[in-house]
Nanobody, 119 residues
Framework: QVQVVESGGGLVQPGGSLRLSCVAS????????MGWYRQAPGKQREMVAV???????NYADSVKGRFTISGDNAKNTVYLQMNNLKPEDTAVYYC?????????????WGQGTQVTVSS
């Protein structure tokens, strides 16, 4: 079993910054990718930023230039630096880990961390 734990959410004013962290532990074979997703009330979960095992990154258009994803494969950890936050960034942020065991990829999710951007 794999455990995924996020931290770093909170309340911040518009224009502020937050850094989310996520660490995976347990029976991990090989992490193929890590990422951050978010879900606002009444909306579907959406991709925010992802990073593959070779360091390739991809961002949602709405966060490009403001958010930065980074990972530490040795520590099974992924970070999301969020700058110039806007009220529309308010959501529960979920960490995703893709574990590859030669035959298939399994997705593991954290419990989510709340980010609220408000004055």
């Amino acid at each position: 079993q794999v455990q995924v734990v996020e931290s770093g959410g909170g309340l911040v004013q518009p224009g502020g910054s937050l850094r989310l962290s996520c660490v995976a532990s347990g029976s991990i074979f090989s992490i193929d990718g890590m990422g951050w997703y978010r879900q606002a009330p009444g909306k579907q979960r959406e991709m925010v930023a992802v990073i593959t095992s070779d360091g390739t990154t991809n961002y949602a258009d709405s966060v490009k230039g403001r958010f930065t994803i980074s990972g530490d494969n040795a520590k099974n950890t992924v970070y999301l630096q969020m700058n110039n936050l806007k009220p529309e960034d308010t959501a529960v942020y979920y960490c995703n880990i893709k574990d590859w065991d030669t035959f298939a990829t399994t997705d593991y999710w954290g419990q989510g961390t709340q980010v609220t951007v408000s004055s």
